[in-house]
């Protein structure tokens, strides 16, 4: 994935973070997809608390459309 995203802080997504986001969005558990991941499920929650405050929600069933909402390349820097 190549997504970037920007919340309110202005900090990007991590890679790692956008991808248990999506799969979080997908309707996935924290077990789940710390399997997937082989992470533990407590480093999957980490990764969505970080993440909430920097797609500007709350809430699991507000990721979806916050990752739809993302562009789909990063912001290239003009030279």
Known sequence: MTRTAR????????????EVAGLA????SNPQIASRLFLSPRTVSSHLYRAF?????????????ALEALP????TAEA
């Open 7 to 18: 919340g309110k802080a202005g900090e990007a997504l991590t890679p790692q973070e956008l």
């Open 25 to 28: 969005a997908s309707g996935l």
């Open 53 to 65: 405050p920097k797609l500007g929600i709350t809430s699991r069933t507000e990721l979806r459309d």
């Open 72 to 75: 789909s390349e990063p912001p």
